[in-house]
């Protein structure tokens, strides 16, 4: 009887254990191929100002606006059940002249509430907004593409001097990764909900099947191609600091705090677009830990695979 009760229980755990696995611990994904992406074309798209400017990125800072813990297996697959430190950052890059360029924009009070951080600093939500009031040019790694590029093509290219914009169309609704080159050489990729922690990319593991195909619309296989790519981008330059999207662990070189850039009147030597209209969060934020989800469809562009040379 204790046998038979043991086949029993044994075959109950392995049909309940391979569902289990595979939506919630698998990272492979039959179809996630790199893309032709070189670290040359990011630096020779950095080197070229579409606005005729002289000024040149030379620091990063960042601020930790909200937080939540997220079980680390939906961010990346077989990363563990323990639960993860899941930041929303915005990011202030700093020109030689004293003009600045955001990275995302934070969220309010009420958006943190209803998306289930349980931390949000006021104070540092109020120091991402006067810099967005002041900034020259508003980039976010998520939301919709900016009026200077009216139809953001699929294939990277220059937001200003020092910084590249990365398209990853077919992933989710307007994602995007942002490569930038200090004036000191030293570089920085912004991977944004591509590789939302660290192990996303340094193992290549993509987010649960039951995050993407249950909690919110986004293509693995498309992922999984991109964090190849990360990963091909680090392996030929590995001085490159990588920024995963929903990290606090941020390199060294990227300090804390916004600078108040109020005071200057200045901007860049260009004529750039300000703010545009966007989602006010990812779809990471929203979907994983959110009391009231929304429907975000999925990108409907086909997978990049061109090449900017």
């Not at 931390?119 to 980039?139: C, K, N, Y």
């Not at 294939?155 to 077919?170: E, F, H, N, Q, R």
């Not at 779809?283 to 989800?293: D, E, H």
Request: glycine fraction near 8%; include cysteine.
């Amino acid at each position: 009887m204790t046998r038979k009760l043991n086949v029993v229980l044994m075959a109950l755990l392995l049909l309940a254990g391979a569902p289990f696995a595979w939506f919630l611990l698998d990272a492979s994904a039959a179809h996630g191929e790199a893309k032709p992406l070189t670290i040359k074309q990011l630096r020779r798209l950095s080197a070229s100002d579409p606005h005729a400017g002289t000024a040149t990125p030379v620091a990063i800072r960042y601020e930790v606006v909200a937080r939540k813990h997220i079980v680390s297996d939906l961010l990346a697959a077989g990363s563990g059940l323990k639960p993860h430190v899941f930041a929303l950052l915005a990011y202030q890059v700093l020109f030689d002249d004293g003009s600045t360029v955001t990275l995302d924009r934070g969220l309010t009070r009420g958006q943190a509430k209803e998306y289930g951080f349980s931390h949000f600093d006021i104070a540092a939500q109020t120091r991402v907004e006067r810099a967005l009031a002041a900034s020259a040019l508003d980039l976010r790694l998520t939301g919709q593409a900016p009026p200077h590029a009216a139809l953001e093509s699929a294939a990277p290219y220059a937001a200003s001097a020092g910084i590249v914009v990365i398209p990853t169309p077919g992933v989710n609704l307007g994602a995007r990764m942002i490569y930038v080159h200090l004036a000191d050489g030293r570089e920085v990729l912004f991977a944004g909900d591509i590789a939302p922690i660290p192990d996303s990319w340094t193992q290549q593991r993509p987010p649960a099947r039951l995050a993407t195909a249950h909690l919110y619309k986004a293509n693995r296989d498309e992922i999984a191609g991109w964090l190849g790519t990360i990963a091909a981008l680090r392996a030929a330059a590995p001085a490159l600091h990588i920024v995963a999207g929903h990290d606090m662990a941020v390199p060294r070189l990227i300090e804390p705090g916004f600078i108040d850039t109020s005071g200057h009147s200045h901007r860049p030597g260009r004529s750039m677009a300000r703010s545009w209209e966007m989602p006010p969060i990812s779809n990471w934020q929203c979907r994983l830990g959110c009391g009231k989800a929304r429907a975000i469809e999925a990108a409907g562009g086909a997978p990049w695979s061109g090449s900017t040379s």
